[in-house]
C-alpha cells in the first residue's frame, strides 16, 4: 500500500488486522505514523483475566498512587467502577507492571512482538537504568476521566497502548505541531496547556491553531503512538490497558541525549556513556536490531 501521509489537518489514522511485522515497521514505524492495530495481542491471558473485580478483589490489597493520592488498590476500583461523565474517577497511570505488579506478568506474554526488537533490553544499556526487561506500564480509569496531562511519552520512546478493557478516545498532534503545545521548561515532552477540550487561550493563544487527530481504541486494539508525538485520551467507558514502550534504531540517539540530559548531569560521564552507546548502536544495527 502507499504509505500514508498524517498532519495537523487530519486524516483517520489507519485500522489494520493482521498488520505484519515487516510492514509495521516499514510502513508506519519508520515513518513516524500512528496506527491501530485490532487483536495485536489476542492471545494474552489478560482479556481473560482483567475485569474490575479481580483488581478490587483478587489485588485490592496493593497500594497505589493517583494524582498524589495513595490508595488501596480495592478502594481506588470502587471509584473506577462508580465513575460516571459527571463525577469521574481518577487515572492511573506511571504503574510499572515489572516493579509494582509482578504477578499480572503471566498474563501479558508474549511480549508485544511490534515493540521488538527493543534497544530499552539491549545488554548494551546500564544494567542500573534499570530497563532491559522493557518498560510495561498499566493503565486504569472510569468512565468520562481524561488523562491529566497533554505529553508525548519521555525520552522519545516509541509507545503501544493495549486496550484490555473498553474504549478509550485519542486525541493526537503529531510533533510538528510542538511550537503550539507550551512544553515545560524542565519537562519539555509535558504540556502547559491546562485542558485540550476547553483550553485557556488567554495563557495559551497559540493552542488555538493545535489539530488534534481523534482516534478510538476499541477493547483488543493496540494503538501505535510513535515517538515524539502529543497526545491525551478520554474514557468512553470503564477502562483496562497495557501502555509498551520500546527504542528503535531511528530513536536511539535522541533517546540517548534525552536520558543523558536528565540523569546524567556531569558533562565528562555524558560524554563517555554517549560515545559507548553510539558505538553499541552501530553494532547492533549491523545485527538487524
Known sequence: MDTPTVTQRGITVDRRPGLSHSEFIKTYENNGIPVVIPGAMKEWDAFN???????????????????GKEYLLRDFMNT?????????????????????????????VPHLSYALPDRLMSKWLPESW????????????????????????GYHLNT??????????????????????????????????????????????LFAKARAIRVTAYQGDTVFLPAGWWHSTRL??????????????LQWNDFIDDFLSIHVPNKIKQTIIRTQLSVAGRLMSLSGK
Open 49 to 67: 483475566n482483567w475485569d474490575p473485580e479481580h483488581f478490587r478483589d483478587i489485588l485490592g490489597n496493593k497500594k497505589v498512587t493517583v494524582a
Open 80 to 108: 473506577v467502577m462508580e465513575s460516571s461523565e459527571s463525577n469521574p474517577s481518577g487515572y492511573l497511570n506511571e504503574v510499572n507492571i515489572h516493579k509494582d505488579f509482578p504477578e499480572l506478568l503471566p498474563d501479558i
Open 130 to 153: 534499570g530497563m532491559r526487561k522493557g518498560i510495561i506500564e498499566l493503565l486504569i480509569g472510569g468512565k468520562g476521566t481524561k488523562f491529566p496531562t497533554l505529553h508525548y511519552d
Open 160 to 205: 503501544f497502548v493495549t486496550q484490555i478493557r473498553g474504549d478509550k478516545e485519542f486525541f493526537l498532534y503529531s510533533p510538528d505541531q510542538t511550537p503550539y503545545m507550551y512544553p515545560e521548561e524542565k519537562m519539555v515532552n509535558r504540556s502547559l496547556v491546562n485542558d485540550i477540550h476547553e483550553p485557556d487561550l488567554t495563557r495559551f493563544p
Open 236 to 249: 468512553l467507558s470503564l477502562s483496562i490497558a497495557v501502555s509498551t514502550n520500546s527504542v528503535g534504531p
